[in-house]
């Protein structure tokens, strides 16, 4: 439920998207920010009534949840506003993958900070004295988020400017369709619902896959410090591949579709060597940490990666929609799927082959909806041959 509460945070994205389009990014992401600076600060209210506090961090993590539309959203509308055509993909990378990069922290700060009750048996502790060991090193943790969270606030507080003296790009100028407008552009646009779902559909899946990895893997033996460790290497292998790639797409224009079937085509076959390999019993596949290490690794990195070459090619299929509206509408797609997942995962939490079989199958579904995607580059076209 904790987890859950994400893309329920997720439901007034639409008002982040008009926020952004009419207040610029300066009110928008300080709305953000005070957002998770008081969902951060309930969690650590000291509350000796265990009911209480329960609701406080459960309060905490859906105003967390609030903050989403912004996070995951503005990477393309920041690199549009304070970049030129030949950066964009690697600011719009660099701007969303960031975000990532906090989750692989995740992955970490819990299971090597923060003790299992089953792992303090080698301290010599009384049950008591363990209980309260981890209750501190947990409160820890939430103060250290707090204080980074309040730090971040405060230096958007002190200089974080909308936007720059002036317009990097003829685009970055250019007048965009009004909120109404939009909406109805994008759900009338064929080729964007397709590319929409391309995204939102494995994307979902897999975030809520990696959401609850350590209840995956332990009925094959794996630790909460193996899966967290798996974890961050496929966000971090995520994150370097997905600028590389950004990187490679600014320099060669054109060949975002591309890149996306390289990067699905990886996706579908690592997803599926990892179900099958958790079916030893059926395919007497080797099950190793090797085996589970490789697998899920690069199943982190194409996927992850593939989310700025997703974004970029979003904004350029709709162009002149605004870039946080469009990529509202895809990140809300994709955390309704994640929240559809994670609604089941309730009702079905004893057995979760249902669940890693969804991964290649996404995959696969997105890969086929990207070849039958006509590319178009409305926007690059724009910059390119207007400003000439």
Known sequence: L??????????PCFFFMWLMDKKGL?????LTSSLM?????????PVSDLEIRKKLIHGGQLLNGLAGPTV?????????????PDERATATAIASLLNYLGCAGAFLVGPLVVPSPNGTAHLLLAPQSSTKHIKDRIEAVLYAEFGMVSLIFSAALAYFPSRPPFPPSVAAASQRLSYRRSFCRLLSNFRFL???????????????WSGVLDLILTPIHVSQVDAGWIGFWSIVGGCVVGIAMARFADFIRG??????????SGATLASTWFTLTCLTS???????????YTSCILLGIFLNSSVPIFFELFVETVYPVPEGITCGVVTFLSNV????????????????????WCLPGSCLLSLLLILCFRESYDRLYLDVVVSV
């Open 194 to 208: 397709m590319i929409a779902l391309a995204y939102a559909i494995p994307l979902g899946v897999f975030s809520g």
């Open 337 to 356: 799927f994640m929240g559809v997942l994670l609604f089941f995962l309730t009702f079905y939490h004893t057995e979760f082959s249902w669940f890693n």
């Open 282 to 292: 059926v395919t007497h596949l080797p099950l190793t940490t090797a085996t589970l």
């Open 72 to 84: 995951m959203n503005a990477a393309p509308f920041l690199s549009t506003t304070w970049f030129s």
């Open 2 to 11: 904790l987890v859950f509460w994400g893309p329920i945070g997720f439901a």
């Open 37 to 45: 600076v008081l969902g951060a600060g309930l969690r650590c209210v």
């Open 26 to 30: 300066r009110v928008t992401v300080l």
């Open 255 to 264: 060949m975002l579709k591309f890149i996306l079937l390289l990067l699905l």
